[in-house]
């Protein structure tokens, strides 16, 4: 496990930032930490990174306790709001980033030249930071989060504020940081991109945990079936009502809920082996975004 936490809890005051988060990440996969806004995503990270101290609860990040010094050099940060000096251009930031690290002359130029290559910023690092695109100001935020090659990566709502192509960037540069052993944590309310990248996630209401698990299990816990079938005598429909006592049935038309998709193979068999005649089978999977839409369903932000 690459972090762990147990109970994680943060009180502002009276107020609740997170409370009882209790969740794992595994070395090398990339994790999502999804809510609506006030939801508690950022007081998690915070504490995580070493910014703030939890109230209770306890956490491991690369199996050290939180605020080992050794951990701590392996991390890499990427606050939800930041901003830099417009005059300063993007190897003057790098530069500065490297002084704050503690970095070696000599690894401080050939770090800046990797990280520059892997947010694909070659050729723009001798303009002005406010001459950059917001797409631009993300991802060299990301190249200084990643100049001490660190294991570990908080991102926190890392592509909320770009257009479609920039957040596909972004989304790239995660990806390739995963295909090269990082483990990455990141936040987000932005429920399809979760979908689209990540290994595990964590749904966090109210400051609580809502939902926790793998992003397959998490996307296969139902799967809706659209059934178009003639031939359903009453001992079939019996048969199938046992797979789901709440199916829906009118007019040659069934809508049956299933949790496993062996389900789906074995629907179809039998209502063939029973007469029926299958004309249409369409397996819907509940996205995580429905999913959301419903744990959250109430709960508006605070
Ligand atoms: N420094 C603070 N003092 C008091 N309350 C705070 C502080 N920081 C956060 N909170 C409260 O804690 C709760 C969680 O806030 P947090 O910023 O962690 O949520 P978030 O999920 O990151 O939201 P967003 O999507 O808007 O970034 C909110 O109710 C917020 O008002
Ligand atoms: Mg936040």
Same mark, same amino acid.
């Given at each position: $496990?690459?972090?762990?936490?147990?109970? *994680?809890?943060?009180?502002?005051?009276?107020?609740?930032?997170?409370?009882?988060?209790?969740?794992?990440?595994?070395?090398?996969?990339?994790?999502?930490?999804?809510?609506?806004? !006030?939801?508690?995503?950022?007081?998690?990270?915070?504490?995580?990174?070493? *910014?703030?101290?939890?109230?209770?609860?306890?956490?491991?990040?690369?199996?050290?306790?939180?605020?080992?010094?050794?951990? +701590?050099?392996?991390? !890499?940060?990427?606050?939800?709001?930041? +901003?830099?000096?417009?005059?300063?251009?993007? @190897?003057? #930031? #790098?530069?500065?980033?490297?002084?704050?690290?503690?970095?070696?002359? *000599?690894?401080?130029?050939?770090?800046? /030249?990797?990280?520059?290559? *892997?947010?694909?910023?070659?050729?723009?690092?001798?303009?002005?930071?406010?001459?950059? &695109?917001?797409? $631009?100001?993300?991802?060299?935020?990301?190249?200084?989060?990643?100049?001490?090659?660190?294991? =570990?990566?908080?991102?926190?709502?890392?592509? &909320?504020?770009?257009?479609?192509?920039?957040?596909?960037?972004?989304?790239?540069?995660?990806? /390739? #940081?995963?295909?090269?052993?990082?483990?990455?944590?990141?936040?987000?309310?932005?429920?399809? /991109?979760?979908?689209?990248i990540c290994d595990s996630a964590a749904i966090i209401k109210k400051g609580s945990i809502a939902a926790?698990?793998?992003?397959?299990? $998490?996307?296969?816990?139902?799967?809706?079936?659209?059934?178009?079938?003639?031939?359903?005598?009453?001992?079939?429909?019996?048969?199938?009502?046992? #797979?789901?006592?709440?199916?829906?049935? +009118?007019?040659?038309? $069934?809508?049956?809920?299933?949790?496993?998709?062996?389900?789906?193979?074995?629907?179809? &068999?039998?209502?063939?082996?029973?007469?029926?005649? =299958?004309?249409?089978?369409?397996?819907?999977?509940?996205?995580?975004?429905?999913?959301?839409? &419903?744990? @959250?369903?109430?709960?508006?932000?605070?």
């Amino acid at each position: $496990m690459i972090i762990e936490t147990e109970r *994680l809890t943060k009180f502002y005051g009276e107020k609740v930032g997170c409370k009882d988060i209790s969740i794992s990440v595994n070395k090398g996969e990339i994790f999502g930490f999804l809510g609506p806004n !006030g939801a508690g995503k950022s007081t998690f990270i915070k504490m995580l990174v070493g *910014l703030i101290f939890p109230t209770s609860g306890k956490a491991y990040v690369l199996g050290e306790p939180l605020g080992n010094v050794q951990a +701590r050099k392996k991390i !890499g940060y990427l606050p939800e709001t930041f +901003r830099y000096q417009d005059w300063m251009t993007g @190897v003057d #930031l #790098l530069s500065f980033h490297a002084s704050l690290y503690k970095l070696d002359k *000599l690894k401080t130029s050939s770090m800046i /030249e990797e990280v520059l290559s *892997l947010v694909k910023l070659k050729g723009h690092e001798k303009y002005r930071i406010g001459t950059y &695109s917001k797409g $631009m100001q993300q991802r060299i935020g990301l190249a200084c989060a990643l100049l001490a090659d660190p294991d =570990l990566l908080f991102l926190d709502e890392p592509t &909320s504020a770009l257009d479609p192509i920039g957040r596909k960037e972004v989304r790239n540069i995660i990806l /390739e #940081l995963k295909n090269r052993g990082k483990s990455v944590l990141l936040n987000s309310h932005l429920l399809s /991109e979760v979908e689209m990248i990540c290994d595990s996630a964590a749904i966090i209401k109210k400051g609580s945990i809502a939902a926790f698990g793998k992003m397959d299990d $998490m996307l296969e816990n139902k799967i809706t079936l659209e059934i178009r079938a003639e031939n359903i005598h009453d001992e079939l429909l019996a048969k199938l009502r046992t #797979l789901d006592p709440d199916m829906g049935h +009118r007019n040659g038309k $069934m809508t049956l809920t299933v949790k496993d998709n062996a389900d789906i193979p074995h629907i179809a &068999s039998l209502i063939i082996e029973n007469g029926g005649k =299958l004309y249409e089978l369409t397996p819907r999977k509940e996205s995580l975004e429905n999913a959301f839409i &419903s744990l @959250v369903k109430g709960g508006e932000a605070q």
